[in-house]
């Protein structure tokens, strides 16, 4: 279930995504040729005055031709794009999954869900009977609160991921203020946000795992009594 809704969400993110990938990258590269070779014309008569130091501009040439190269449209769904994008959150749901499994981060919330729709059934079997009430009552509650519980986290990590998507999707905007030094901390601050996001995903899957082995060893207690 959360698959096919995730599937279904990531079709509309995923084609919103890589057009404004595409049309920020083509309007951001047009801007930057043009102002860099303003910029090298304008400082060299600048530096042969002596009213601008040489250093100053090696340093913003630079900037500015490592922001054209990632600019490239390989080179940033590569670098940025990808990695957060679909490596870090298959990344933390892979390790989750232990043992070498590779999954989706959506497949691991319906692994959880699974699970603990498995052992809730397999302690309604052993808790069968009218003197067996109470137990019943303790394990269909925790299935309960585990459902609502993965539903919560999966909401959590459906909006890191648009939130993701459209931080992504501003990158070859953004990426020309780096070369200012007083607009470089928008950069910085982009970056962080991204990092941020992936955080969220992995506290939300995270908080998923944890409800599970609660819900484990609720439903394992209760269906001894």
Not at 28 to 46: E, F, P, Y
Not at 165 to 170: D, F, H, N, P, S
Not at 198 to 205: D, G, H, P, Q, R
Request: with cysteine; charged share 10%; proline share 1%.
């Amino acid at each position: 279930m959360y698959e096919q809704f995730a599937a279904f969400a990531e079709q509309m993110t995923t084609a919103f995504l890589d057009r404004t990938i595409q049309s920020g990258i083509q309007a951001s590269l047009a801007w930057m040729r043009g102002a860099l070779m303003l910029m090298v014309a304008v400082a060299a008569v600048l530096v042969w005055t002596g009213r601008l130091d040489l250093w100053w501009v090696v340093r913003r040439v630079v900037i500015a031709l490592v922001i054209i190269t990632l600019l490239q449209a390989g080179a940033y769904n590569q670098y940025v794009r990808d990695v957060f994008w679909t490596t870090v959150p298959n990344l933390v749901a892979s390790a989750f999954a232990g043992g070498g499994v590779t999954v989706t981060a959506a497949r691991r919330f319906d692994v959880i869900s699974d699970a603990a729709s498995h052992v809730v059934a397999a302690a309604d079997a052993q808790a069968t009977g009218l003197w067996n009430i109470r137990p019943q009552f303790g394990i269909a509650l925790a299935h309960g609160l585990m459902l609502i519980t993965i539903g919560l986290c999966f909401a959590l990590w459906l909006v890191a991921r648009v939130a993701t998507a459209l931080l992504i999707a501003v990158g070859p905007f953004l990426l020309i203020a780096a070369i200012f030094d007083a607009t470089r901390g928008w950069v910085m601050a982009w970056a962080g946000k991204l990092v941020s996001l992936a955080v969220w995903s992995l506290c939300s899957t995270a908080l998923a795992e944890m409800m599970l082995a609660g819900t484990l060893m609720w439903v394992q207690r209760t269906a001894a009594y």
